[in-house]
């Protein structure tokens, strides 16, 4: 795909990937519209079109409700015309064992990580398919393939995404309308929570920067993608736990005290 004039929708825009996405994304010449949730992201979003000349426009939203949904389409709509591509990037990280986590948060985890995705791309794939052109980008996790401690119900929020974009791919085959599905591993972000920043110091887990993160999105809808794992030996470990998931067991299995420490909040 050439990004010069796409039209692109971003959610998670303000974010310590989105940020450097949308950067990208508008160095390429795309049309950007760029969703954000807090007056924050908003105010940090309008700096960075202003400062970085930007084809883009500004829209607040929760993409867990569905009038928020439908008026920053709405918008987009009215500022560029249509849509060529929907990047769901937005997401909810827990770190907690399972049995103490908050109850809350997994419903939140499920709207966020998964049902928003879903519901956008429902919304979108109309337009999509009547120009036969077009690609549902959905930033997954190394964790939507190997099922993490400390992460369950990440996990199964990603793993789900990782399904749906799996399904949805067959689905549009011969359509024109493409589906990618990325999967980074860690990446060095206040979404992160200091837990999981204190396990990446004592070298429990890698980290890559955002900007190494946003240039692989952008190379995979680039050359149409259908499926990015990042980092290194994590992509590795994806391709066993498929086949031989008791070798992951085991390794897990070795650190799971230390981990344990950590998501209870005292290392």
Sequence with gaps: ???QGKRILLTGAAGGIG??????LAARGAKLCLLGRSDASIASLREQIVSRRMDAIVVQADVTDEDARAYALAEMREAFGGIDVLINLAGQLDFHLFDEAAPRMIPRLLQVNLEAPMQLTREVLPHLLTQRSGRIVNIGSIFGSIGYPGFAAYSASKFALRGFSQALRRELAG????VTYVAPRAV???????AVNMMAEQGMMHMDEPASVAARIVRAIERDAAEVYLGFPES???????VLPGVVDRSLRKVMPALARYARGWP
């Design 1 to 3: 795909m050439d990004l």
């Design 19 to 24: 940020s450097k996405l949308g950067d990208m």
């Design 175 to 178: 359509t024109g309308v493409g």
């Design 188 to 194: 060095r972000t206040p979404f992160n929570p200091p």
């Design 236 to 242: 590795l470990f994806v391709r066993i736990n498929a």
